[in-house]
């Protein structure tokens, strides 16, 4: 989906640091959200956030943190306790609507590894 | 917790044959639910969802049927090509979150010409 932009496409961490992945939204919509992927497995709920400066811990919220100053945009920090980042990030929006109904769409991800 | 369960992992097909996908949800209270198709590398593309007030939902040579009684939603794909491989995945959504989702682990899908 053309709307939604991540970047960088790939990141690198050196140990001890903290790093900021970018997404940013054309698309109007309230909710973001931010996923991990890891090879050969679904998608895992980080944060997500229903308006803004807003927003809700997921499954697997440690060593992570967010911001939602701005409706088009939510970026994620992986921080130094996050221990194995090694992954597909993806960020998602979806529009308002009654709970539950509304088909979420993708950014093209950032793929993080560590150095 | 809840939990979206899906099966087969990997699925191999001959061109033209069709191709089922199968997902078992736990929370009686979810009431959409998404398919996602992802090439490698690429994003997750939403190709049809079903919402709980319907059976079935069909487009083109896709279609998911729903049993809210047994808590299972399928993905059907008749006529089988090449490009339709990648990896499927199913989600439900979750009651009391606003439209939060709980995906399925995916299944690999080849199809071979």
């Known amino acids: 989906d053309g709307g939604i932009t991540q970047s960088p496409k790939y990141l690198f961490r050196k140990e001890g640091q903290n790093v900021t992945l970018s997404c940013e939204q054309n698309l109007n919509h309230d909710a973001m959200y931010w996923y991990r992927q890891d090879p050969g497995q679904g998608l895992r709920l980080i944060y997500y956030s229903q308006i803004v400066n807003d927003f809700q811990k997921g499954d697997i919220a440690e060593g992570y943190s967010v911001s939602r100053e701005k409706k088009e945009s939510f970026p994620l920090t992986v921080t130094s306790a996050q221990k194995n980042p090694t992954a597909f990030y993806l960020c998602?929006?979806?529009?308002?609507?009654?709970?539950?109904?509304?088909?979420?769409?993708f950014g093209d991800g950032t793929r993080l590894s560590i150095l | 917790g809840e939990n979206v369960e899906q099966h087969p992992s990997t699925l191999s097909v001959q061109e033209g044959d069709s191709a089922v996908i199968k997902c078992t949800y736990s929370?009686?209270?979810?009431?959409?639910f998404p398919w996602y198709k992802q090439e490698l590398g690429k994003r997750p593309q939403l190709i049809i969802d079903i919402r709980s007030n319907v059976g079935e939902k069909k487009d083109q040579r896709i279609a998911v049927t729903l049993n809210k009684t047994a808590k299972h939603f399928s993905l059907h794909i008749t006529e089988t090509q090449p490009e339709d491989s990648a990896v499927y995945f199913c989600?439900?959504?979750?009651?009391?979150?606003?439209?939060?989702?709980?995906f399925g682990a995916g299944t690999r899908l080849a199809v071979h010409p």
């Open positions: 989600a439900a959504s979750l009651s009391g979150g606003y439209n939060k989702l709980i």
């Open positions: 929370d009686s209270a979810s009431n959409y």
């Open positions: 998602a929006s979806s529009p308002p609507g009654l709970r539950g109904n509304q088909p979420q769409h």
